[in-house]
T-cell receptor
Framework: GENVEQHPSTLSVQEGDSAVIKCTYS??????FPWYKQELGKRPQLIID?????GEKKDQRIAVTLNKTAKHFSLHITETQPEDSAVYFC???????????FGTGTLLAVQP | DTAVSQTPKYLVTQMGNDKSIKCEQN?????MYWYKQDSKKFLKIMFS?????LIINETVPNRFSPKSPDKAHLNLHINSLELGDSAVYFC?????WGAGANVLTFGAGSRLTVL
């Protein structure tokens, strides 16, 4: 079945450093790759997404890259701030079943 | 105005009881979902409805029964609650059919604790 692997499961960085979270997916028909941020006790919220016709997308300090051949995509956060601390979920969707499959999450801790 | 609202926010109950969680969205979206987030934070799709029709029904015990009276509402009823049902249940909605290609808007979650 469809599967999305996400690494690392936890990531601790110093304020101002960069953070990178990587995901791989199994369904080659997937064509939509969103990233959700979930702060402690809150709901997941979309922070950025990319579709398969694009290799990279940037929004201020956040960027996502996609390698369709290798079936992996990554989230890059530059100049991290304490408010970036949260659980980040990657997801892959748009395959035959049109389901969105979430990765297992990465707990990012930004140390001030 | 809250876009996707679900009630109750917290639910503590005994094993064997039956409980319901309600969800409403005022975004005019066509599709609604129930996701389960367990203690390890895994987010798993349970059900998806498009215009009141069941589209996705994952491998969920039949003790879980969703109901969509109209496209703005999706309720979840759980019979004979078990300890393993303890989790946070998130309602979500999207424009158009399918979470596979559309942005999900999540509710605030309903934390269910089964004792």
């Amino acid at each position: 079945g469809e599967n999305v692997e996400q690494h690392p499961s936890t990531l601790s960085v110093q304020e101002g450093d960069s953070a990178v979270i990587k995901c791989t997916y199994s369904d080659s028909a997937s064509n939509y790759f969103p990233w959700y941020k979930q702060e402690l006790g809150k709901r997941p919220q979309l922070i950025i997404d990319i579709r398969s016709n694009v290799g990279e997308k940037k929004d201020q300090r956040i960027a996502v890259t996609l390698n369709k051949t290798a079936k992996h995509f990554s989230l890059h956060i530059t100049e991290t701030q304490p408010e970036d601390s949260a659980v980040y979920f990657c997801a892959a969707g748009g395959g035959a079943t049109n389901k969105l499959i979430f990765g297992t999450g990465t707990l990012l801790a930004v140390q001030p | 105005d809250t876009a996707v609202s679900q009630t109750p926010k917290y639910l503590v109950t005994q094993m064997g009881n039956d409980k319901s969680i309600k969800c409403e969205q005022n975004l005019g979206h066509d599709t609604m979902y129930w996701y389960k987030q367990d203690s390890k934070k895994f987010l798993k799709i349970m059900f998806s409805y498009n215009n009141k029709e069941l589209i996705i029904n994952e491998t969920v015990p039949n003790r879980f029964s969703p109901k969509s009276p109209d496209k703005a509402h999706l309720n979840l009823h759980i019979n004979s609650l078990e300890l393993g049902d303890s989790a946070v249940y998130f309602c979500a909605s999207s424009q158009g059919w399918g979470a596979g290609a559309n942005v999900l808007t999540f509710g605030a979650g309903s934390r269910l604790t089964v004792l």
